[in-house]
């Protein structure tokens, strides 16, 4: 079945760090990626997504680039805030008949410092 | 306006009792679905809804059982329920495009 790895944290970067959380997934078909965040206490906020093969998803200086041929979806920002702080989730979505079944990682627990 | 809202936020409740979360949106879409956030952020989808009818159930107890009156409302219905049901529980909605819009969320403690 479909399946979603994402990187351990929790990671720890300082304000103005480069950051990157991995991710790759496992579908038989083409899904579309999607990555949530969850800030604390609150539900998910999609934050970008890509729907196909080379496609870019991009929001608040995140970036995302959709690659099957390495079947990734890191995730990535030049220069992380304080307010970043939250939980990251990689996502696909797999069309099973008229719906859309998101599969999700483990989520990535982000703490910036200021 | 909210999007997608879920009542109540907070549910604390003893082993064996019925309980049920309400969740209701206001985005027109035809997909509903629920989702259960175990302590350690992993979330697993439980049901799915379109236009009332049920498409996905994953393998969740028969002691869960989803009712959609209609296509704006999913509520989520749990019979003696148990220490391990302790979660936060997240509805969600979504036009056919596959971008899932999430509720906020109810935390169930079950003592």
């Known amino acids: 079945g479909d399946s979603v790895t994402q990187m351990e944290g929790p990671v720890t970067l300082s304000e103005e760090a480069f950051l990157t959380i991995n991710c790759t997934y496992t579908a038989t078909g083409y899904p579309s990626l999607f990555w949530y965040v969850q800030y604390p206490g609150e539900g998910l906020q999609l934050l970008l997504k890509?729907?196909?093969?080379?496609d870019k998803g991009s929001n608040k200086g995140f970036e995302a680039t959709y690659r099957k041929e390495t079947t990734s979806f890191h995730l990535e920002k030049g220069s992380v805030q304080v307010s970043d702080s939250a939980v990251y989730f990689c996502a696909l979505s797999d069309r099973g008949g008229s719906n859309y079944k998101l599969t999700f990682g483990k989520g990535t627990l982000l703490t910036v410092n200021p | 306006d909210t999007a997608v809202s879920q009542t109540p936020k907070y549910l604390v409740t003893q082993m064996g009792n019925d309980k049920s979360i309400k969740c209701e949106q206001n985005?027109?879409?035809?997909?509903m679905y629920w989702y259960k956030q175990d302590s350690k952020k992993f979330l697993k989808i439980m049901f799915s809804y379109n236009n009332k009818e049920l498409i996905i159930n994953e393998t969740v107890p028969n002691r869960f059982s989803p009712k959609s009156p209609d296509k704006a409302h999913l509520n989520l219905h749990i019979n003696s329920l148990e220490l391990g049901d302790s979660a936060v529980y997240f509805c969600a909605s979504s036009p056919q495009s596959g971008e899932q819009f999430f509720g906020p969320g109810t935390r169930l403690t079950v003592l």
């Open positions: 985005l027109g879409h035809d997909t």
């Open positions: 890509a729907t196909k093969a080379d």
